[in-house]
Antibody
């Protein structure tokens, strides 16, 4: 059975940083692109970052260049997200999602998300 | 950034009816378009990819069409479990973007 389990969320201070993890099982992690997608309370889906199957191609929205890092450890079947200089607008449910293919592709399986709240 | 615009924001329909949701891309994305369904408290579920290919286990009443900048999702004979929010998603390149969603309400 395929599983994606996010962790690392919680209450964080503005200006601080976060590191989220996504532990996966039930599929060949090293063959697929992976993504982070967030959803602010009561809002729509927002693509945060993506990484190809090899881990040598990462992408983020232009507006987040330098603030967001995505990485993966294929030996541990795990995905990570780091965000610096946290703002209140980063408050959201963060989903880890599996790509349908190793390249840019739709997300065919999602975790249940980890909630991040940025507040003083 | 490719902007995805969905319409309408909300659609009120009755069970048994058919409905068509629209999604427009700000530039040509070929057929690199997916549709997701999201119910309250749940993660999104992939319905359609490559604009018209149903994902595994998705009923035939869900169909997608379009190419370039204009796309539609049609749900025929709405079931009670279809009332949810639907998002389109472009993955033409690595800077992916989502539409803002269309909510299907019971009339």
């Amino acid at each position: 059975e395929m599983q994606l389990v996010e962790s690392g969320g919680g209450l964080l201070q503005p200006g601080g940083s976060l590191r989220l993890s996504c532990a996966t099982s039930g599929f060949n992690f090293e063959d697929f692109a992976m993504y982070w997608v967030r959803q602010r309370p009561g809002k729509g889906l927002e693509w945060v970052a993506g990484i190809n199957y090899q881990g040598n191609l990462m992408s983020f929205p232009d507006s987040e260049e330098g603030r967001i890092t995505i990485s993966r450890d294929n030996a541990k079947s795990s995905l990570y997200l780091e965000i610096k200089s946290l703002r209140s607008e980063d408050t959201a449910l963060y989903y880890c999602a599996k790509g349908l293919f190793g390249r840019s592709s739709p997300a065919d399986f999602w975790g249940q998300g980890t909630l991040v709240t940025v507040s003083s | 950034e490719i902007v995805m615009t969905q319409s309408p924001a909300t659609l009120s329909v009755s069970p048994g009816e058919s409905v068509t949701l629209s999604c427009r891309a700000s530039q040509n994305i070929n057929n690199n378009l997916a549709w997701y369904q999201q119910k309250p408290g749940q993660a999104p579920r992939l319905l359609i990819f490559s604009a018209s290919t149903r994902a595994t286990g998705i009923p035939a009443r869900f169909s997608g069409s379009g190419s370039g900048t204009e796309f539609t999702l049609t749900i025929s004979s709405l079931q009670s479990e279809d009332f949810a929010v639907y998002f389109c998603h472009q993955y033409r390149n690595w800077q992916q973007t989502f539409g803002q969603g269309t909510k299907l309400d019971v009339k």
